[in-house]
Structures are given as C-alpha cells and as structure tokens.
C-alpha cells in the first residue's frame, strides 16, 4: 500500500503561482508519479507524471506553465503551477504505482490515490 498525502491547493488570481505537494509514505524513487486534475462535471484529466528514471511528460493544456518535479530525500512530489487560469480550477490529485504505466497521464494506470487538494482559480 502506497499513501500519498497532497497539500497546496488554495484559491488564486487568474495569472498568480501555487505549488502543489504531495507527501508519500515510502520512498518516492520507487514509484512512477502523476498528477490529476478532475473540475466539476469533467472527467479526470492527467496533468503531469514523472517516470523512476525523472523522465517527465505534461498534458496539452498546462505544457509550458506546470513543472513536476520530485525532493528524494523529504519523499515529496511537487507540482508547480505558474500563470494560472480559470480554467485550471479543479481538485488535484496525487497517484503513484510501481510500474509506470504505457500512457502516463491515464488514470487506470495508477493504483494508488492521494484524497486530493483544491485548486480555485478567479478571474
């Protein structure tokens, strides 16, 4: 069992910075990591993963803006969202699994779930 903790979340200006983090219980070297985002009514899209070997991939729609990044020694996943949008309001959530999944922003890939931090962003 993998636990993952996020924090981070808040409410924003359109345009402002949040950094996102994600605690995991056991060493973080051994998992592949993403982030999801799931806004109201939407299905859950993947923002951001980072493979055992720091191989990174990000979602269209926050390519350029998010960095996913990693601390080994503190065992923390960090998302960091830069010019937000409106339209990046969402709960977040941290998953991990042992194998890094074909397609690493697919939810079904992953087989364990932080409870998810808020992220709301105003105009």
């Known amino acids: 069992q993998v636990q993952l903790v996020e924090s981070g979340g808040g409410s924003v200006q359109s345009g402002g910075s949040l950094r996102l983090s994600c605690a995991t219980y056991g060493y973080i070297t051994h998992y592949c990591m993403a982030w999801f985002r799931q806004a109201p009514g939407k299905e859950r899209e993947g923002v951001a993963a980072?493979?055992?070997?720091?191989?990174?991939t990000y979602g269209d729609s926050v390519r350029g803006r998010f960095t996913i990044s990693q601390d080994n020694a503190k065992n923390t996943l960090y998302l960091q969202m830069n010019s937000l949008t409106p339209e990046d309001t969402a709960m977040y959530y941290c998953?991990?699994?042992?194998?890094?999944?074909?397609?690493?922003?697919?939810?079904?890939?992953?087989?364990?779930w932080g409870q998810g931090t808020q992220v709301t962003v105003s105009s």
């Open positions: 998953a991990a699994d042992f194998r890094c999944p074909v397609r690493l922003l697919e939810q079904r890939g992953y087989n364990f």
């Open positions: 980072m493979t055992t070997d720091g191989s990174t």
